[in-house]
C-alpha cells in the first residue's frame, strides 16, 4: 500500500500536515488539501508540550472538540515524541491521503528566501545552518527526517522565519564589520517571519486599507519576542539579527547583549561556548531577572518585586525598540501586538502604551481588557486604542500554521503546472 491509499484502495481525501517543531514542544495542524488553506479548512490542531519531561500530548478539532488529550508520565525525548504524534495522524486519518507537510525552519540563511521543496541537498544546507539557531534548527530538522521515515513519498517543503525579511536595505542589516565577514553571511536576518507574513496578509481586513499602507509596527511577544517594522506591508527593519537571542529580553533568552559580557564569561567567569549558550538561551530573560518563572502571567500574578522587576525591563526595552523602529520608519500609524504575551496579557500592552504615549499611542483600558481574547469583532482582531488616537493599535492573533499551509499549498500547485 503507498503512503497515498486508504488500506480499501479506494480514492481518499487529501490533507496537508504543518509542523512547528520547537526546543520543547511540538505544535502541528491538518489541513484539507487542494483549496486555499483558511481557518474553514482546518481539520484539526495540536500540541506535544514538556518534551524531555512528561509529555503531553493533545489535539482538537476545528470545533475544539478534543480528539485526545493523553499525558506520559516517564520521560520522553524527542525522537519518541516525533513518533506519538506522527503514529496517532497516520491512524486517525487512515482514510486520508497525506500529500504533503510543510515544516517551518526557523533560519534560511542568505539562500532560502522562499518555501522550497526539501530534498537531500536542501537537508544538508539547512544542518550547516543550525550553528545560527542552536534552539531550533536541529528539533526543526529533527521533524522532517522523522517525517521521512514514516512517509518516505511525502512531499515536504521548508518555510523560512528569515524570509520575510530577506528584501531588508543592507543598511538595515549589515553590521559594523569587517567586509569580508559580512560577505559570508554574518549580518541582521530577522525572525518570526511567518508570523509578521501572517499579520501582514491580514491587516487590511482588520484595520482597512489606509492604515494597513501605511507605517506599522508589529510587537510578537511570546516565548521569543521580537518586533517589525513594516511599510506598505513589507518588512524594513526588525529586532532580531544574527540570531534568535537579539532584540528584545524573552522568556529565558538575554536580547540585546553587548558582545563585551560574553568576552567577560570567557575570560574572567572562565566559560566555554557551551556553557555560555546555555546561560544565554535558557537561563536570562524573564526567567534570569525575576528568578520566579518564564511564563508572563505567573509572573504578573506575583507579589515578587523581582517578578515586576522582569516585568518593568521587558515593557522597557519594547518601548526603546518602539522609538528605533519608528525612527526607521520616519513615524508611526498603527502598533499591533501578536502572539501568546502581545495577544493575551493586557496589563503588558497597557504598559507599552504608556510608554508610548509620545508617540501617539492610546489605549483604551475598557478595549484592551475586552481584547484578551481578541477574535472579538468576527474580523480576527481588535481596536484597542480610542477613534481620537493618533496613532492606532491592535490585537491581532497571528497563525503561522496556516501561513505554512498557505505556503504549502502554492508552491505544489506550481510545481504541478
Known sequence: MSDFQNESGAESEDIMLIVNAGSSSIKFAVFTANATPSANNLVCDGQLSG?????RFRVVDQKKVVLIDQSFP????????????LNWIKRHYADKRIIAAGHR???????????????????????????????????????????Q???????????????????????????ALPRELTEEGIRRYGFHGLSYE?????????????????????????????????????????????????????????????????????QEKKMNADQIAHLL????????????????????ASSDPHAAEAIDLFVYRISRELGSLAAALGGLDALIFTAGIGEHAAPV????????????????????SAAVNSKINGRGGMCISPKSAKTSVWVIPTNEDLMIARHTECLLNRSAL
Open 51 to 55: 518534551i524531555g519531561h512528561a509529555v
Open 74 to 85: 516517564e520521560k520522553t525525548n524527542y525522537e519518541t515524541a516525533i513518533s506519538i504524534f
Open 105 to 147: 525552519l526557523v533560519h534560511g540563511g542568505d539562500r532560502y528566501i522562499a518555501p522550497t521543496f526539501i530534498n537531500d541537498e536542501v537537508l544538508r544546507e539547512l544542518q550547516h545552518l543550525i550553528p545560527l539557531a542552536p534552539l531550533h534548527q536541529p528539533h526543526n530538522i529533527a521533524a522532517i527526517t522523522a517525517s
Open 149 to 175: 521515515r514514516h512517509y518516505p513519498n511525502m512531499v515536504q517543503v521548508a518555510c523560512f522565519d528569515t524570509a520575510f525579511h530577506s528584501a531588508n536595505e543592507k543598511i538595515a542589516t549589515n553590521f
Open 198 to 266: 501572517y499579520i501582514a496578509s491580514v491587516m487590511e481586513s482588520v484595520m482597512g486599507k489606509k492604515r494597513a499602507s501605511g507605517r506599522v509596527i508589529v510587537a510578537h511577544l511570546g516565548a521569543g519576542a521580537s518586533m517589525c517594522a513594516l511599510k506598505n506591508g513589507q518588512s524594513i527593519a526588525s529586532t532580531m539579527g544574527f540570531t534568535a537571542l537579539d532584540g528584545l529580553p524573552m522568556n529565558s533568552r538575554c536580547g540585546n547583549l553587548d558582545p563585551g559580557v560574553v568576552l567577560y564569561l570567557m
Open 281 to 300: 538561551y535558557k537561563q536570562c530573560g524573564l526567567l534570569g531577572v525575576s528568578g520566579i518563572s518564564d511564563d508572563m502571567q505567573t509572573l504578573l
Open 349 to 368: 500592552r497597557s504598559k507599552v502604551g504608556a510608554h508610548a504615549a509620545w508617540l501617539g499611542v492610546e489605549i483604551d483600558e475598557q478595549k484592551n
